[in-house]
């Protein structure tokens, strides 16, 4: 009996027995018996005095494990979601082989793994699935441009559309062309095409969707050849000192290119790349161009033969009868890039969502098919200025905008496919418990300078300024608002955006031939699988005679 007594106390930390050959964890005097996988914050309340050793963590108070459900402290609990796991692993074996007569690609730009995981907390739970995880394949991919380690948007749109690695800063051009240079824009031997090319060829409709600019790097990458992703307007190519005649800008391309004058839907921000700097749009700016062509007018006598509209906000949106009468679509929402959703006007600016929904109604009454991308471009510019909230929000937006299109679509003839160009260099990191504010500070230690320390932080960015430079100690988190949409998180070392990461990313798929996208591979492999589900494009189709 005194032995079960003892055993007991032993276990609970009432008794504690030195031991000569490690330290205990109990004793706030003593270092972590391994401080790589410190324990101490399980344990203990703050130490009187607040004295500890000098490489331990500080203590915090006792954690507690509160789960969302009681049902958590038991194993069967574990078991069964397991089993539940195990059975849609299973369900893997029924391959799709089917042909993919829609495809839909998601791109999240700037939408890291990290940022995946730190976004479920955000929606309440560690546990909390994005609709998209729930897609049955998974797979990773490499995302270097041909000429750096951590890439852009713009190499990065030609791997994923056009299926050839490319040179930072480019678009739809082999890595031939070097950043800056107009002849080799100008030279067709350097251009590479576009599944929403390939799309066309084969007679299915086409479209985009995007929350930045229409011109910006991602969606650029679906219809133009730019040896600078910045020449989205010919003002900018002249700065640099090239003739506009000899390199075309991005916005003319999408009016008045190979592909961009056969888009069926264009959605975004952006206006002022299509308006002369004579032109004042409806929020009352002027625009770019000085070459006095107003591109938005281009568009609509381009499209006056058809059933054409073209919307400024979101009224006029859905008030747009896209189901039957509408054949192209343009939709400029903003003078730059559409506002945050956490910003934006509701009454002025649609979501994600129902951009997506409109831009289907267009697409789907072409019964031979159609190619949608839709980017969720502004998770990026979130983790740019070290403001997690604003990227966690945009990513909620994200999923839900893929859970209404694999809603109301057929996985038998519908593949769906979410992606990222690239990571960031955010990260979650030390040992809160469960459901601890994902923007909020760490609820587990505080670091060696006594101060608490933020969950979510940046390898580098604008949040040094904020946190660090100028003072004698780091920023007291405890006395600032950090779910203010402003807050520039805690970033290591200074710079005013922070940068992109060069990790791998994750890519879900859904639909005909789904299980291509699993594995680990290169970027540009990706519209090529999406080619060969769709029997379009120059290479190896599903179509073919002897394919599995």
């Given at each position: 009996?005194?032995?079960v007594?003892?055993?007991?106390?032993?276990?609970?930390?009432?008794?504690?027995?030195?031991?000569?050959?490690?330290?205990?964890?109990?004793?706030?005097?003593?270092?972590?018996?391994?401080?790589?996988?410190?324990?101490?914050f399980?344990?203990?309340?703050?130490?009187?005095?607040?004295?500890?050793s000098?490489?331990?963590?500080?203590?915090?108070?006792?954690l507690?494990?509160?789960?969302?459900?009681d049902?958590e402290?038991h194993a069967?609990?574990?078991n069964?979601?397991?089993?539940?796991?195990?059975?849609?692993q299973?369900?893997?074996?029924r391959l799709?082989?089917?042909?993919?007569k829609?495809?839909?690609?998601?791109?999240?730009?700037?939408?890291?793994?990290?940022?995946l995981?730190a976004?479920?907390?955000y929606?309440?739970d560690?546990?909390?699935?994005?609709?998209?995880e729930?897609?049955?394949?998974?797979g990773?991919?490499?995302?270097?441009?041909?000429n750096?380690?951590?890439?852009?948007?713009?190499?990065?749109?030609?791997?994923?559309?056009?299926?050839?690695?490319?040179?930072?800063?480019?678009?739809?051009?082999?890595?031939a062309?070097?950043?800056?240079?107009?002849?080799?824009?100008?030279?067709?031997a350097?251009?590479?095409?576009?599944?929403?090319?390939w799309?066309q060829?084969?007679?299915?409709?086409?479209?985009?969707?995007?929350?930045?600019?229409?011109?910006?790097?991602s969606?650029?990458?679906?219809?133009?050849?730019a040896?600078?992703?910045?020449?989205?307007?010919?003002?900018?190519?002249?700065?640099?000192?090239?003739?506009?005649?000899?390199?075309?800008?991005i916005?003319?391309q999408?009016?008045?290119g190979?592909?961009?004058?056969?888009?069926?839907?264009?959605?975004?921000?952006?206006r002022?790349?299509?308006?002369?700097?004579h032109?004042?749009d409806i929020?009352?700016?002027?625009?770019?161009?000085?070459?006095?062509?107003?591109?938005?007018?281009?568009?609509?006598?381009h499209?006056?033969?058809h059933?054409?509209?073209y919307?400024?906000?979101?009224?006029q949106?859905l008030?747009?009868d896209?189901?039957?009468?509408t054949?192209?679509?343009?939709?400029?929402?903003?003078t730059?890039?559409?506002?945050?959703?956490?910003d934006?006007?509701?009454?002025?600016?649609?979501?994600l969502?129902?951009?997506?929904s409109?831009?289907?109604?267009v697409?789907?009454?072409?019964?031979?098919?159609?190619?949608l991308?839709?980017?969720g471009?502004?998770?990026?510019?979130?983790?740019?200025?070290?403001?997690?909230?604003?990227?966690?929000?945009?990513?909620?937006e994200?999923?839900?905008?893929?859970?209404?299109?694999?809603?109301?679509?057929?996985?038998?003839?519908?593949?769906?496919?979410?992606?990222?160009?690239?990571?960031?260099?955010?990260?979650?990191?030390?040992?809160s418990?469960?459901?601890?504010?994902?923007?909020?500070?760490?609820?587990?230690?505080?670091a060696?300078d006594?101060?608490?320390?933020?969950?979510?932080s940046?390898?580098?960015?604008?949040?040094?300024?904020?946190?660090?430079?100028?003072?004698?100690?780091?920023?007291?988190?405890?006395g600032?608002?950090?779910?203010?949409?402003?807050?520039?998180?805690p970033?290591?070392?200074?710079?005013g955006?922070?940068?992109h990461?060069?990790?791998?990313?994750?890519?879900?798929?859904?639909?005909?031939?789904a299980?291509?996208?699993?594995?680990?591979y290169?970027?540009h492999?990706i519209?090529?699988?999406?080619?060969?589900?769709?029997?379009?494009?120059?290479g190896r189709?599903?179509?073919?005679?002897?394919?599995?």
């Amino acid at each position: 009996m005194l032995f079960v007594l003892c055993a007991y106390l032993l276990l609970t930390g009432v008794l504690v027995v030195p031991s000569p050959l490690q330290p205990t964890v109990h004793h706030p005097a003593e270092e972590e018996y391994d401080p790589m996988n410190p324990q101490r914050f399980l344990f203990e309340e703050a130490p009187a005095g607040g004295q500890r050793s000098k490489r331990a963590s500080a203590s915090m108070p006792k954690l507690r494990f509160e789960p969302p459900s009681d049902a958590e402290h038991h194993a069967q609990y574990w078991n069964n979601l397991a089993q539940d796991t195990l059975e849609r692993q299973l369900h893997k074996s029924r391959l799709n082989r089917k042909v993919a007569k829609n495809v839909i690609m998601f791109l999240g730009d700037g939408l890291s793994i990290p940022t995946l995981a730190a976004t479920r907390v955000y929606l309440g739970d560690e546990s909390t699935e994005l609709s998209f995880e729930r897609f049955p394949y998974v797979g990773l991919s490499k995302t270097y441009c041909a000429n750096v380690q951590v890439a852009d948007s713009a190499c990065t749109a030609t791997a994923y559309l056009a299926g050839v690695k490319a040179n930072y800063g480019t678009i739809g051009l082999s890595a031939a062309a070097a950043l800056g240079d107009c002849q080799a824009q100008n030279d067709t031997a350097n251009h590479v095409h576009s599944i929403a090319k390939w799309a066309q060829d084969s007679g299915l409709s086409t479209g985009f969707v995007t929350t930045t600019e229409v011109t910006n790097a991602s969606p650029a990458g679906v219809y133009a050849h730019a040896a600078n992703r910045n020449w989205e307007h010919n003002g900018a190519i002249e700065k640099d000192g090239f003739d506009t005649s000899v390199c075309q800008d991005i916005a003319t391309q999408l009016v008045h290119g190979e592909v961009g004058k056969h888009m069926r839907v264009i959605m975004g921000g952006g206006r002022r790349e299509f308006l002369t700097t004579h032109d004042i749009d409806i929020d009352g700016n002027p625009g770019r161009r000085t070459d006095g062509k107003n591109l938005i007018k281009h568009w609509q006598h381009h499209h006056a033969h058809h059933q054409s509209a073209y919307v400024q906000n979101r009224v006029q949106l859905l008030e747009t009868d896209t189901e039957r009468t509408t054949d192209y679509l343009l939709g400029l929402f903003s003078t730059k890039h559409m506002p945050y959703h956490l910003d934006a006007d509701e009454q002025q600016i649609p979501t994600l969502t129902e951009m997506v929904s409109k831009a289907m109604d267009v697409l789907e009454r072409n019964g031979d098919g159609y190619f949608l991308f839709v980017e969720g471009g502004r998770i990026d510019h979130g983790h740019h200025y070290t403001q997690p909230i604003r990227a966690f929000d945009e990513t909620v937006e994200f999923a839900k905008a893929i859970e209404m299109a694999r809603s109301r679509t057929n996985q038998d003839n519908t593949l769906i496919v979410v992606t990222s160009d690239h990571s960031h260099t955010m990260t979650m990191s030390g040992y809160s418990s469960r459901k601890n504010d994902i923007l909020g500070v760490n609820n587990g230690q505080r670091a060696d300078d006594e101060l608490p320390y933020a969950t979510i932080s940046y390898a580098n960015g604008p949040g040094y300024d904020r946190n660090v430079r100028g003072q004698e100690t780091r920023l007291d988190l405890n006395g600032v608002d950090m779910r203010d949409k402003s807050f520039a998180f805690p970033s290591t070392v200074p710079l005013g955006l922070e940068t992109h990461g060069g990790d791998d990313v994750a890519v879900f798929a859904s639909g005909p031939w789904a299980h291509l996208f699993t594995g680990t591979y290169e970027q540009h492999f990706i519209p090529h699988a999406m080619a060969f589900a769709a029997c379009i494009g120059p290479g190896r189709t599903a179509c073919e005679k002897g394919e599995p």
